[in-house]
């Protein structure tokens, strides 16, 4: 039991909310960054709900994709999205079967000043069921959760997008679905219809979640966005329509800077498209490392001088760490033989330092290192 539950489980503190007021205790340190606004107006959480929360930057991004008069969210939870969406749609209705919950997020949109939101004790099954009114758009964030554990297919989500998606088309052209960040795009673009965009958003360090607006009257041409979340600035944004072709420099071994684009710009396909647009070039198809002779401003991921760059053998590799005296360094590989783990114990080094060793396969099957360090 840890401190704040001992504390409110001493004898004579009977109070039935005493869990709830242990929940907060856990969360509001977590929650200054993810919900500061919700922090602010002292709103409620609770552990489940909180977790499967959009952050106040990602739920606000989203509700400027849409505005209108009424849009549906079939998995209300904890409300965030509600709360960002009230501010582009006259009405939003909110749904979720957790009586105890809605209670709890009731009170935060009456804190938060949100009087435009309806939130209603039924599944989203039941509504569709029962409810013929259309809506401008319908929202989606199903528990990806259950209880044999986390999944990553549509099918075994809460509920099921794909057992209702005829029935919500049918109450609006529009669906805006929230997926787990570890979505397989192909998987996607095989199981879902009238997809209109597919956005990838994340933060500096990791893909947050993925999303997928669905148009029945959209273009048959798919959008893939890279979003890159960033406080108090404009957020940063990659779009494009498909995948170009690769085409492959002679020159893969002499250039000055060496790039790792965000994992957003991997993940939503971006990889060749954005190697252009920032007229880099990509080390090979299925290695998404670029080099180049300047740096791009506002460039979506990290950038390195190159101190040395070489074709790996063992006894090459060997005898440049001896020679440079590098026993410690950060190491990234990709569409490479050998894992980082194996990297490490085979050569003895140690994680960390200013040094980059990064390893990847030409097209032409040539194996190479870089040796960097961080650009200024």
């Avoid at 919900?35 to 909180?50: A, D, E, R």
């Avoid at 758009?137 to 209702?164: T, V």
């Avoid at 979640?209 to 893939?224: A, H, R």
């Avoid at 779009?239 to 002679?250: A, D």
Wanted: charged share 25%.
């Amino acid at each position: 039991m840890d401190a704040s539950r001992f504390l409110l489980a001493h004898k004579g503190n009977t109070n039935d909310l005493n869990w709830l007021l242990a929940e907060q205790i856990k969360l509001y340190p977590k929650a200054l960054h993810k919900l500061p606004h919700f922090v602010k107006n002292h709103c409620w959480f609770t552990s489940k709900s909180y977790e499967q929360a959009s952050g106040e930057a990602s739920a606000l991004y989203k509700s400027k994709l849409i505005s209108g008069a009424k849009l549906l969210d079939l998995s209300g939870g904890l409300g965030v999205d509600d709360w960002a969406f009230s501010r582009n749609f006259d009405k939003v209705v909110s749904l979720d079967p957790d009586e105890k919950l809605n209670e709890i997020v009731r009170e935060n949109f009456r804190r938060l000043h949100c009087n435009n939101i309806e939130r209603i004790n039924i599944t989203a099954e039941s509504y569709l069921n029962s409810n013929l009114d259309h809506f401008d758009l319908i929202y989606l964030d199903a528990d990806r959760r259950p209880a044999q554990g986390k999944s990553y297919f549509l099918d075994h989500d809460d509920p099921n997008f794909l057992a209702i998606q005829d029935a919500c088309f049918k109450r609006s052209n529009q669906i805006l679905l929230k997926l787990s960040p570890m979505a397989d795009i192909h998987y996607l673009q095989e199981n879902l219809q009238h997809i209109e965009k597919i956005m990838v958003v994340g933060d500096k360090k990791e893909v947050k979640e993925v999303l997928v607006l669905l148009n029945k009257k959209g273009s048959t041409t798919i959008i893939y966005e890279s979003v890159l979340l960033r406080e108090n600035e404009p957020h940063q944004i990659f779009s494009s329509k498909k995948e170009l072709t690769l085409s492959i420099s002679s020159e893969l071994k002499s250039a000055k800077y060496f790039f790792e684009p965000h994992v957003t710009i991997i993940k939503a396909q971006h990889s060749r498209n954005y190697a252009q647009a920032c007229e880099l070039e990509q080390l090979a198809i299925n290695s998404a490392f670029y080099i180049g002779n300047h740096i791009p401003p506002e460039f979506m991921g990290r950038s390195f001088e190159i101190v040395k760059a070489f074709e790996f053998s063992k006894s090459l590799f060997q005898q440049y760490l001896k020679n440079e005296k590098l026993v410690k360094a950060n190491i990234t590989k990709r569409n490479f033989v050998l894992s980082v783990e194996e990297i490490r114990k085979a050569y003895k080094i140690k994680e960390g330092g200013k040094d980059y060793l990064f390893f990847s396969t030409l097209s032409n099957g040539t194996r190479m290192v870089y040796h960097c360090i961080k650009a200024v």
